[in-house]
């Protein structure tokens, strides 16, 4: 299994995440698993938050996204969900949209690389 | 040790029980506040947690609060691991009642470290809770016998004397004073005496029921409240603690004594106002009674044949 050299670590500081789980790299890849599962639950009731226009609702959503990216050490991704609870806390749509928009699109090629990177390593 | 953490976020919660579990804790992990306030405000729950601060139904901060009001007989120490970092917030979460407070993403190796320091806070505790108890069990027994002392005996006595009028209950009261117990201590030595003493206790709280007190009046003098304790039996219940006593030889480091007791009995009344003192001196004149009768055996108080105490 090489971590280190995936195009996941474009997105992940693999370093740092090998360190939190203390270089156990099958809980690692559990961890990716279950990203893949409950990414797109969060990132569903992120976007119906916001089509319901419920700020307060975005702001506990993006907290949480924020979190599980910043616990997988997906430090970009986790800053633009930061933004996205920022935006959220102002009340301010337009501001709230245009940090989606950002995340939308980091988001895409994350998914992408976890689940080539799984693809890759599993038998 | 047990853990309890709490998280609706799955990713953090699997590492956080990773690293636990390989670490030795015994890990509960639940995924809203409520449960985890639940499982803290059990007594027998995990005095330890890791708690995020967004959480379905409770928050993390709504949760050390409720733990601080509920439950107060053990410390249980309380961690807020949250992304939030902002110094208000640092201070809310402290406020609340969180003894430490730690920022996600974490390092395993600061965690364990500040989960060592709450181990080693609440092991302290339980060390002074135990010197406290081990202190308060000093302060309320006689060191010889394990019995009450003195002091204790008359605090239950008058508590129970009480509680007799005001609940229209009653209780029996018997003073026990061992025969010709100088007559053991100059034959045998003090050591011996002192084994018959301890004998005497154990044999004593082996003849009452686990509601009875039991304490060392004097020297060789014992008594007993029997709670719960009507005229009829009375008179039975005096004897089995006689008999207790005299039944069979006490075995001591001289070989085998044998030992009896004389007793005063008396009969609590809820109609009976007297003060503590005066009913302690009339138990012992029926115990002075007992003894001019030849000793080895129970003499009732006057004022209990008297006053019938109300069936029980």
Known sequence: ?123 | MKILIADDEEVSLRILQKILERNGYEVIAVRDGRKAAEHLCDPDGPRLALLDWVMPQLDGPSVCRTVRRKRSQRHVYLVLLTSKSAKEDIIEGLESGADEYLIKPFDPGELKARLRTGLRILELEDNLLEAREDMRYKATHDSLTALLNRGTILELLAAELNRERRDNHSIAIALGDLDHFKLVNDTYGHVVGDEVLAETGRRLLGSVRSYDFVGRYGGEEFLIVLNNCCSDTLMDRAEKIRTAICGSPFRTSQGPISVTVSLGILAGHPTDKRPLEEVLCEVDRALYAAKSAGRNRCCLAPSSQRNTPPET
């Open chain 1, 1 to 123: 299994m090489n971590l280190e050299h995936s195009a996941l670590e474009q997105y992940v500081d693999m370093a740092e995440l090998l360190h939190r789980v203390e270089d156990d790299r099958e809980l690692l890849m559990e961890l990716l698993a279950l990203f893949q599962e409950d990414f797109p639950r969060l990132r569903d009731a992120l976007h119906s938050a916001v089509d319901s226009k419920d700020p307060i609702q975005v702001e506990r959503t993006a907290h949480t996204l924020k979190g599980m990216l910043a616990n997988l050490s997906v430090k970009h991704a986790s800053r633009l969900a930061a933004n996205v609870e920022i935006a959220a806390r102002t009340g301010d749509a337009r501001r709230i949209l245009e940090a989606m928009a950002e995340l939308d699109r980091e988001e895409q090629g994350l998914v992408a690389a976890v689940e080539s990177f799984i693809a890759g390593v599993e038998p």
